[in-house]
């Protein structure tokens, strides 16, 4: 009886030393799982970011606009009087969407040729509709090498993670009055000097309604610590994969159309200019041309095929702890089963 009883007693010990283990095995399972999926969940997408008019109707100020920081103040202002406003407070700039609807993730929107008319009122439309500021004419625009400051620069990319989106939008350039004046974020090179801020917002996978905002402090020229803040509403169109060329023109919710074979593209204008006594700026140098670039046209079958998907990467990884965690466990706990004391061979048997 003393030897079936500790039989039982160490028949037990092993039942609950294993469900422990497989416990523990199974919470560990069960969180590399979700590591996994939640580095899976962060998407690249395409496509452009249709832009809602600004309005500024009984005082309110709804969809896209732009204020400009004064060198003294933080994100909460204080901002510069625009007197070409046309909302009661005149911080706010209003924009409208130019020919492509708003601003293309994935391909360049550049600057056209030429930039300026012949009072410097700038005249790229792709992104927004051109909008008087102080007697003067500015539009935007995204280049493969920065206007202002000649650096290499990567075409707008946009990233969901859930309801929020992030943004790169080094190449984010505005033109006025025969200058130029980065307003990305981050600048040139991924710096975020003084009150710049990473383009943040939200996005609604059901309606595709999104939201972007972000600073972007002006270095050097008569803007110099200003800092534009931008304030971005409409909604996500993804569109085909395309290549992003910077001597392309893009046409219709972002898809980037290349120039034909021995087509000249604009390239932006390599010099920076600096306003004059008068306050008006020499006009640039003629702009060069740069080799065209090819793409799939928006038309071909590859293109349609994915008109109305959204383009995403899906990257699945594990984190190592979530890996030492299961092999410590598997090793303890089978280690353990070997170290429990082995239980007496039944006298019943050994006489027979």
């Not at 103040?73 to 407070?89: I, L």
């Not at 012949?118 to 935007?140: L, R, W």
């Not at 003084?194 to 600073?215: E, F, H, K, V």
Request: aromatic share 6%.
């Amino acid at each position: 009886m003393a030897q079936t009883g500790k039989r039982l007693r160490t028949k037990n010990r092993l039942a609950a030393r294993s469900a422990a283990i497989a416990a523990l095995l199974t919470s560990a399972t069960v969180a590399l799982v979700s590591g996994g999926s939640a580095a899976a969940a962060s998407n690249a997408m395409t496509g452009t970011f249709e832009l809602t008019a600004g309005s500024c109707s009984h005082g309110s100020i709804v969809g896209s606009y732009i204020q400009m920081i004064l060198p003294s103040g933080s994100t909460a202002g204080p901002y510069m009087s625009n007197s070409d406003s046309a909302c009661s407070n005149q911080a706010y700039t209003l924009l409208t969407p130019g020919r492509d609807g708003g601003l293309t993730f994935g391909a360049y929107q550049p600057l056209p040729n030429p930039p300026f008319d012949s009072a410097g009122n700038a005249q790229a439309d792709s992104i927004s509709s051109p909008a008087q500021y102080e007697g003067t004419g500015f539009a935007t625009s995204t280049n493969p090498v920065d206007p202002q400051t000649h650096t290499k620069v990567p075409a707008p990319s946009l990233t969901v993670r859930g309801n929020s989106v992030t943004a790169n939008l080094e190449s984010f350039s505005v033109s006025w009055n025969n200058q130029y004046f980065n307003q990305g974020a981050p600048k040139p090179g991924g710096t975020e000097p003084g009150i710049t801020r990473t383009p943040t917002g939200t996005y609604d996978a059901a309606t595709r309604a999104m939201t972007l905002a972000w600073t972007s402090e002006v270095v050097g020229g008569p803007f110099d610590k200003f800092t534009g803040s931008w304030h971005l509403v409409g909604r996500f169109a993804p569109t085909a994969p395309t290549s992003a060329v910077g001597s392309g023109t893009s046409h219709g919710s972002g898809t980037a159309v290349a120039p034909t074979a021995g087509a000249s593209s604009v390239a932006t204008p390599g010099v920076t200019v600096s306003p004059t006594a008068s306050g008006k700026a020499a006009k640039p140098g003629a702009a060069t041309t740069a080799a065209p670039v090819s793409a799939t046209s928006a038309s071909s079958p590859v293109a349609a095929a994915f008109s109305t998907s959204v383009v995403t990467k899906h990257t699945w990884s594990v984190s190592w702890w979530l890996v030492a965690l299961l092999l410590i466990v598997a090793v303890a706990g089978f280690g353990g089963l070997a170290a429990l004391p082995r239980s007496e061979p039944d006298k019943a048997t050994e006489s027979s």
